[in-house]
């Protein structure tokens, strides 16, 4: 479609560009942050499922994430092979895939017919098109039976959902009346139960999801993805209530996948700060979770998350580097997440999240750029003049005879430290529906090896009506 249709450039590959691509390598590419943070990722899911919807398991259908990507890297473009898009696209791929694969599973009934089967199926293909294409394909979006024709249990394993909408503050630089109003929706699903001193072997029995979408105003429409998928636990505290009266605890230790996507635009009309920006597409680690359930007390349960995680592959905001598509970093790193949920009965619910990430930028673009230095020294054209055709690599390339897409860089040598605290209050108006208050404030220290040093700090605020299923 990219080629005969849409008359894609990048995609008029010849035997030549394959092997142009085999002989000069893979490099970091200058895609756009959502393109390589969210699209590979996605893309991934799509070859993760294509395993999935035909019966493999988890870790069988990860590999196909994996060749699909290299496949496309080496063979499907002209551009070169880009080493960031093979970890975000099969790490990023396995997170979104498991998570779309089971969620789409929920509303299939083979037993239904007519208008309930159709919007079962849409609903399915909607959340996981390649199961829904192998569906239509093997006949079974339409065949009815009346044996094994559910795809989930909700007694094993439940699920919550909830669904917000309401009003979004985000601040430029902070100010307190200079930002950007735009209404909100929010999707949020627990599947499975986090805790419930159990060992447990089969990744994604259990995961936390949550995502924000904004439309209107200058901010893109997805603001922020949020999946914590556990791969493996074995419980490491159970202490069962032995009356309704008794404290019941449980707590285990776990291995688990991560992917968060935050994403910003800077305020149309304000400075030319971007809020935030930062992603870890291919993030593992282990983590502790514990519960304190008492049912009779005014706080009926409490739940704390700690996790560390290893990030293989991020991308944070860089004030510096912008080339063609790109104006952030990337690199690697590890996070640190903790989650505090306080239920108040019938009344309240108080949540507290709390991200921290620092991601190493350590392949830097000033040597490569040294030859154009001397150019610039000897008066054939000033740095001004390149940085603001950056963005165009056919006249840069024009210009300086240089090809930035083989730049193969990472972004600003040096790191980057985001903080993330999400307070959120929900008060609940009947068992289904409460009103939520929620802000996060988002704290950047970024360090750079040869340029100033950049600290910046903003925040938003959110006031919306939820429902919980």
């Not at 994403?263 to 519960?291: C, H, Q, W």
Request: include cysteine.
């Amino acid at each position: 479609m990219d080629r005969y249709l849409l008359k894609e450039p990048f995609v008029k590959t010849t035997l030549n560009s394959i092997g142009d691509n085999f002989r000069k390598g893979m490099v970091w590419d200058n895609d756009l942050f959502t393109m390589n943070m969210f699209a590979h990722p996605y893309h991934g899911n799509l070859y993760f499922n294509a395993a999935r919807a035909n019966g493999l398991s988890y870790w069988e259908s990860a590999p196909f994430a994996l060749l699909g990507s290299a496949e496309w890297e080496f063979f499907g473009e002209t551009d070169p092979p880009a080493i960031n898009d093979l970890f975000a696209t099969t790490c990023g791929g396995m997170a979104i895939g498991e998570t779309l694969h089971r969620l789409s599973l929920t509303p299939l009934d083979d037993r239904t017919r007519g208008w309930n089967r159709f919007w079962r199926e849409a609903v399915a293909t909607l959340l996981n098109p390649i199961q829904g294409i192998h569906r239509i394909l093997s006949g079974d979006a339409w065949r009815v039976r009346n044996d094994h024709y559910h795809y989930h249990d909700f007694h094993t394993i439940p699920i919550q959902a909830s669904f917000s909408t309401g009003l979004r503050y985000v601040a430029d630089d902070g100010a307190l009346f200079r930002g950007d109003y735009c209404p909100y929706v929010n999707i949020g699903f627990v599947y499975g139960a986090g805790v419930d001193g159990e060992k447990h072997t089969k990744p994604f029995d259990f995961f936390d999801f949550d995502a924000t979408f904004s439309f209107g105003g200058s901010q893109p429409v997805i603001n922020n993805i949020n999946i914590m998928g556990r791969l493996w636990s074995t419980p490491i505290v159970d202490r069962t209530a032995k009356n309704e009266h008794a404290k019941s605890m449980y707590g285990e230790f776990g291995f688990y996948q991560h992917y968060n996507y935050y994403d910003s635009k800077p305020i149309k009309g304000g400075s030319d700060l971007t809020p935030y920006r930062i992603s870890e597409p291919a993030s593992f680690g282990p983590g502790f979770m514990f519960v304190m359930e008492q049912p009779k007390a005014a706080l009926t349960r409490a739940e704390q998350r700690i996790f560390l995680s290893g990030i293989l592959l991020g991308g944070t905001k860089s004030d510096y580097f912008n080339i063609i598509e790109r104006d952030y970093n990337m690199g690697s790193g590890f996070s640190i997440k903790t989650k505090t949920v306080l239920d108040f009965g019938s009344m309240a619910r108080f949540t507290l999240n709390a991200k921290y990430f620092r991601i190493f930028t350590f392949k830097g673009y000033e040597d490569k750029l040294a030859p154009l230095q001397e150019r610039i020294d000897n008066g054939e054209f000033t740095a001004e003049y390149l940085r603001s055709i950056a963005d165009d690599k056919d006249k840069f390339e024009e210009v300086t005879g240089y090809d930035l897409r083989y730049l193969n860089a990472q972004g600003d040598k040096g790191n980057a430290a985001l903080l993330i605290i999400n307070p959120m209050l929900e008060f609940h108006l009947t068992k289904q529906w409460g009103i939520i208050a929620q802000g996060s404030y988002f704290i950047r220290h970024t360090y750079y090896k040869y340029h100033d040093n950049v600290r910046a700090s903003t925040f938003e605020a959110k006031l919306g009506l939820t429902c919980r299923l």
